[in-house]
């Protein structure tokens, strides 16, 4: 059981059965009045999300979440497959991952979120590596990081990247943000 | 997309060295606040951190250690020395309030706390205009400063929005019939919202209920000798014309420790000897608590109290 104090950034609670997770944070106490909780949570079933407020008596339950460590192994062409060190498998189908799967490199640690027997989706690192697929070619010595061009990671997945990076680059991705973080390695052959 | 969210761990020692240039600014603005109390003849005092009463306040948590707690204000032993002849001290310092965590809140926050005999809330008004006045031409060598997408200039026009006006927009008055809950809600939805953010605004003349310390004038309708100030929409410091009234403060600290009691929160011992001071006489008085750590924000242009403190508390109760 959580209270309305324990109530920030990343914690998982569950409402009516259904496990959130607190995206956004905001503690207020105008004056010398109660304090107020306000959080945007995101169902970690279907990804919507909603804007609640709480107040310190409120309290909430933890939700029953497994946190299974597993590893990336492939891609059976629709689903996702993930292998623990017992090597016991697990399927997850890429609704369920949304668009963690255009971040998973093989052999990668993640956490699989577990919840009522169901997998309801995956803990990345914080930043992955990948490789741009396409981009317009990049502006050489233009070292500024704040014009941004769109380009394409493995997977078909969108990214802004600085004039600099350069197709074959492998940049880093903040996989909280889904965004460009920086430049891992220039390609090879450029 | 991933839902990891966590938190970040403790600075690196690269985190740290980045500081460094917010820390001078810092230590700047603690010597520009001593040298101007220092120069009005105001004496700086300490008081106990460790208390074995911290003050009674509905909404306000004190967080136990070893069988007393830490402090959440430097109020009471202030006063207790106003009532012994101190008639103009200041204090910098620590104070903590459990379950304060947020963009702008930190359990552990440094106050900025003085009093002064034979003056009132309106006095300590004008004096907290000079002091912030001479901290920012001390550390930023001009009136104004940017932030949170505003400039405020200290120099211009400081509004003086009583309660009653402020509320008008929400279409009732909390002073002549007060309703705590909708006080809050209309606050923080309609008040605070359309407060203006280019100058700095006192709200002042709060409903009795929520005098806490302060002193009450004579109505009709009767008001708390109270103001909250408001720079760039961010509250910055609370004062009161102070209660001197043993009686009524007792009264008033009863009533708070049965409503604690009915929220179901912890209720501290009744401090007898601040009450004792006051029974012996406190002089009239004024007093202003100012959070240095949001001041420090203000200043800098910065947005939360994550760039300002190198060592933040990792979530609301250390």
Redesign the interface.
């Known amino acids: 059981m959580y209270s309305?104090?324990?109530?920030?950034?990343?914690l998982r609670i569950e409402i009516d059965g259904v496990p959130y997770?607190?995206?956004e944070?905001?503690?207020?106490?105008?004056?010398?009045?109660?304090?107020?909780y306000n959080c945007k949570l995101?169902n970690?079933i279907n990804?919507s999300t909603l804007n609640k407020s709480y107040r310190?008596?409120d309290k909430f339950d933890e939700p029953r979440i497994e946190d299974r460590k597993m590893r990336y192994s492939y891609n059976d062409g629709t689903n996702y497959v993930f292998i623990d060190d017992n090597y016991e498998q697990l399927e997850i189908t890429p609704g369920v991952l949304?668009?963690?799967r255009f971040?998973l490199n093989e052999d990668m640690p993640v956490d699989v979120?577990i919840f009522n027997g169901q997998a309801i989706?995956?803990?990345?690192?914080?930043f992955v590596e990948k490789a741009i697929i396409e981009t317009e070619p990049g502006a050489r010595g233009n070292t500024a990081t704040n014009v941004l061009k769109p380009a394409t990671i493995e997977g078909g997945y969108e990214i802004h990247v600085p004039l600099f990076i350069n197709q074959g680059d492998i940049v880093k991705i903040d996989?909280?943000t889904?965004e460009y973080s920086d430049r891992a390695r220039v390609a090879r052959n450029a | 997309m991933s839902a990891n969210y966590q938190c970040e761990g403790a600075p690196s020692a690269a985190d740290l060295s980045r500081f460094r240039p917010m820390l001078e600014f810092r230590s700047r603005l603690l010597a520009a606040t001593r040298d101007f109390f220092c120069r009005r003849g105001y004496l700086e005092v300490s008081t106990p951190l460790v208390v074995p009463t911290p003050a009674l306040e509905q909404h306000i948590d004190a967080q136990p250690v070893g069988g007393a707690y830490l402090r959440t204000s430097p109020e009471l032993h202030m006063k207790r020395l106003l009532a012994a002849g101190c008639d103009k001290i200041f204090q910098i310092g620590p104070c903590f309030r459990r379950g304060e965590f947020g963009s702008v809140h930190n359990p552990e926050f440094c106050m900025l706390e003085w009093y002064r005999t034979g003056a009132d809330y309106r006095d300590v008004l004008a004096e907290t205009r000079s002091l912030l006045l001479a901290l920012a031409e001390s550390v930023l060598g001009r009136s104004w400063f940017d932030c949170r997408g505003q400039r405020v200039d200290l120099a211009g026009d400081w509004q003086q929005l009583t309660v009653t006006s402020a509320f008008a927009c929400a279409g009732w008055d909390p002073v002549v019939c007060f309703d705590a809950e909708r006080f809050e809600r209309d606050l923080l939805q309609r008040v605070e919202p359309r407060l203006p953010r280019d100058r700095a605004v006192a709200l002042m003349d709060y409903p009795v209920q929520l005098a806490a310390l302060a002193a009450c004038r004579e109505g009709p309708p009767p008001v708390a000798e109270r103001w909250e100030l408001y720079l760039a929409g961010l509250e910055l410091a609370n004062a009161f014309t102070e209660l001197t009234d043993p009686v009524e403060q007792r009264r008033r600290f009863e009533t708070c420790a049965r409503e604690r009691r009915a929220d179901g929160r912890p209720v501290y011992p009744l401090d007898l000897e601040f009450l004792a001071a006051l029974e012996r006489g406190l002089p009239r008085c004024a007093g202003v608590a100012l959070g240095l750590d949001r001041l420090l924000m203000l200043l800098a242009g910065a947005l939360d109290l994550d760039a300002v403190l190198p060592f933040r508390a990792a979530g609301s109760s250390w």
């Open positions: 309305a104090s324990d109530l920030r950034k990343g997770i607190i995206t944070f905001n503690f207020v106490k105008p004056g010398k009045g109660a304090s107020i995101k970690l990804g310190s008596n949304g668009n963690s971040f979120l989706g995956v803990d990345l690192p914080t996989t909280r889904g």
